[in-house]
């Protein structure tokens, strides 16, 4: 039964889970995009829009919530200089998820998650 679980497993113990959706956010705002599976895709999407949304609002205490997701100090810094901005105006829904088909090895849906170009 499922009752109250709101995200994925995705095989995972909790804390694998969370450092896997925190790595994941890293790259997405160190690069613009990343590729992944279709169902860490649809998972990090939440996770990396609060944290814009957190960027937006600026201010100290929204630089220590992002900070204790993230622990890289330069993306941190990269989120509120250059990505909160940059969204100001957005009312929401900063990423875009397109489908990329099958991976070779295993057959898993593959998917490109990017943040979108304002």
Same mark, same amino acid.
């Given at each position: 039964m499922r009752h !109250?679980?709101?995200s994925?497993?995705?095989s995972r113990t909790a804390s694998h889970?969370?450092?896997l959706l925190a790595n994941l956010a890293t790259s997405l705002f160190q690069h613009d995009r990343i590729v992944t599976t279709e169902a860490k895709a649809k998972e990090l999407r939440p996770y990396a829009? !609060?944290?814009i949304t957190l960027a937006r609002r600026g201010g100290l205490h929204a630089r220590r919530l992002v900070e204790s997701r993230l622990?890289?100090?330069d993306v941190t810094q990269r989120l509120f200089k250059d990505v909160g901005p940059r969204f100001a105006k957005r009312p929401g829904g900063y990423t875009r998820i397109i489908k990329l088909g099958h991976r070779a090895g295993d057959g898993a849906?593959?998917?490109r998650i990017?943040?979108?170009s304002e």
């Amino acid at each position: 039964m499922r009752h !109250r679980a709101k995200s994925r497993q995705l095989s995972r113990t909790a804390s694998h889970r969370k450092a896997l959706l925190a790595n994941l956010a890293t790259s997405l705002f160190q690069h613009d995009r990343i590729v992944t599976t279709e169902a860490k895709a649809k998972e990090l999407r939440p996770y990396a829009e !609060r944290l814009i949304t957190l960027a937006r609002r600026g201010g100290l205490h929204a630089r220590r919530l992002v900070e204790s997701r993230l622990k890289d100090r330069d993306v941190t810094q990269r989120l509120f200089k250059d990505v909160g901005p940059r969204f100001a105006k957005r009312p929401g829904g900063y990423t875009r998820i397109i489908k990329l088909g099958h991976r070779a090895g295993d057959g898993a849906e593959i998917a490109r998650i990017e943040l979108l170009s304002e």
